[in-house]
C-alpha cells in the first residue's frame, strides 16, 4: 500500500486556506492524492509537489510571500496552474475535472483515455469545503436542524 505524500498536505492547505488538520478531518484527504495521481499521473504530481516544496523554501524567510510564490510558481504554470486548480476545486466542490487533452498531450500523461470528470467519493458533495466556508448545511445532504428557520443566519451577505 502506498502513503500519501505529506507535501499533498501542505500544498492542499495553502491553496485552500484550510488547515492541514482540517483538510484531514474531511476525511477525504488519502482519497483526493490518490485521484490526483491517477487522473494526471504520479509524475506530473511529484512535479507539482517539487514546484510547491520550491515556492515554500523561496518563502522560507517571510511566510507572507507563499502566497505569491504559489501564484508565480505554481498557478500561472502552465503544467501545474491546471493541477492546482483541479485541486482547488476538488476541495471545494468535490469534483475532479479532466484536464483537457492538450495537457495530457504536452506533460505525458498516459491516463487521457481514462481521465473524466466526476464525483471521487461518496461524500465528496457533504464534506466539500464550500459549506464550511458559506457557513451553511449542505443542500439536500443534511438537515439543518428543527426550528433553525427561526434564527438568522450565521453570515450577513451585502451586495
Partial sequence: MH????????????????TESDLTGTGLA???????VDRAGGEAVGRLLGRFTAAEQTAEADPELLHEALDRQVMGDPEHGPLARNLVRLWYVG????LPDAWHERYGSER???DATFVPAPDSYARSLIWRTAGAPPRGAQ?????S???????????
Avoid: K, N
Avoid at 469534483?95 to 479532466?98: E, P
Fill in 3 to 18: 502513503t500519501m505524500d505529506p507535501t499533498f498536505l501542505r500544498l492542499s492547505s495553502a491553496l485552500t486556506g484550510f
Fill in 30 to 36: 488519502e482519497a483526493y492524492h490518490w485521484v490526483m
Fill in 95 to 98: 469534483i475532479w475535472q479532466a
Fill in 112 to 114: 487521457r483515455s481514462t
Fill in 143 to 147: 438537515a439543518p436542524g428543527f426550528g
Fill in 149 to 159: 428557520w427561526a434564527r438568522a443566519p450565521q453570515h450577513e451577505w451585502s451586495a
